[in-house]
């Protein structure tokens, strides 16, 4: 397999693999681990937790009572 990728990233990912002493395919095998590992932890299945604002009790909404184009 081979990918496209420019000369830049490339000098870069190599400088990184080798600041930590791997290579440039256990460099990349490492970053995509710990982003599967990142993205299943997310979606474990539960939802994020969002705040809830406790507004009161509402009824039906209208049309108009959201817009303002209602004769």
Same mark, same amino acid.
Do not use: C
């Given at each position: 397999?081979?990918?496209?990728?420019?000369?830049?990233?490339?000098?870069?990912? =190599?400088?990184? =693999?080798?600041?930590?002493?791997?290579?440039?395919? =256990?460099?990349?095998?490492?970053?995509?681990?710990?982003?599967?590992?990142?993205?299943?932890? =997310?979606?474990?299945?539960?939802?994020?937790?969002?705040?809830?604002?406790?507004?009161?009790?509402?009824?039906?909404?209208?049309?108009?009572?959201?817009?303002?184009?209602?004769?």
């Amino acid at each position: 397999m081979s990918l496209e990728i420019s000369h830049e990233t490339e000098v870069r990912l =190599a400088g990184e =693999a080798r600041r930590q002493g791997v290579s440039v395919d =256990a460099l990349l095998e490492r970053l995509m681990s710990e982003r599967v590992g990142t993205v299943s932890s =997310a979606g474990n299945g539960s939802t994020p937790k969002l705040p809830i604002l406790h507004l009161g009790p509402m009824g039906a909404l209208h049309r108009r009572d959201i817009y303002d184009d209602v004769r």
